[in-house]
C-alpha cells in the first residue's frame, strides 16, 4: 500500500507541476499585441518632400551617428548625409541640397530620380537601427 500511495503523489506531483507550467504559459500575451500586428513600433520616422527629408526619433533614447542616404534609380551611389546625434522625441528637417554623393555632388532632383531614403543610426546603447521608405514623391 505505501509503493502505490508514493507512486500516486509522484504522478500526482508530475501532473500538477505540468498544468502549472501550462497555466502560466497561457497567461502571458504577446508582446505588442495590443490590436496592433504584433510589430514592434519603428524606431525612427521618415517623412519626404519635394524640399526636404525630416527624420524623428522615436527611439525612447537619444540616437547617434545618423546616416540618411538618398538612393536614386539606376546604379549611381547614394546620396548622404549624417547627423552626429538626435534626441529622444527631436525632429530633424533636412534640405535636399545637403545630400552628397562620393564625389561631392549635390543631390539635385532635376537631374537624379530618388528611389528610397534608408535611414541608420545607434542608440547610446549600441542597438542598431535602420528604416527604409520608398521615395513619395
Same mark, same amino acid.
Given at each position: 500500500m505505501k509503493l502505490s500511495l508514493s507512486h500516486s503523489l509522484? +504522478? /500526482?506531483l508530475?501532473?500538477?507541476?505540468? =498544468?502549472?507550467s501550462?497555466? *502560466?504559459? +497561457? /497567461?502571458n500575451p504577446e508582446a505588442g499585441a =495590443?490590436?496592433?500586428?504584433? *510589430?514592434?513600433? /519603428?524606431?525612427?520616422a521618415l517623412e519626404t518632400s519635394s524640399q526636404s527629408i525630416t527624420v524623428t526619433n522615436n527611439a525612447g533614447k537619444p540616437i547617434e551617428d545618423v546616416r540618411v542616404a538618398i538612393h536614386p534609380l539606376g546604379s549611381a551611389p547614394p546620396y548622404?548625409?549624417?547627423?552626429?546625434?538626435?534626441?529622444?522625441?527631436?525632429?530633424?528637417?533636412?534640405?535636399?541640397?545637403?545630400?552628397r554623393s562620393n564625389d561631392g555632388t549635390t543631390f539635385n532632383s532635376r537631374f537624379a530620380r530618388?528611389?528610397?531614403?534608408?535611414?541608420?543610426?545607434?542608440?547610446?546603447v549600441g542597438k542598431k537601427h535602420e528604416l527604409t521608405k520608398a521615395w513619395a514623391h
Open positions: 509522484t +504522478a /500526482s508530475i501532473v500538477a507541476s505540468w =498544468l502549472l501550462a497555466c *502560466a504559459a +497561457a /497567461s =495590443l490590436g496592433t500586428s504584433g *510589430a514592434e513600433p /519603428s524606431a525612427i548622404t548625409s549624417t547627423l552626429r546625434r538626435l534626441e529622444n522625441g527631436e525632429k530633424r528637417e533636412l534640405s535636399l541640397a545637403q545630400f530618388a528611389k528610397q531614403v534608408t535611414v541608420t543610426a545607434t542608440d547610446i
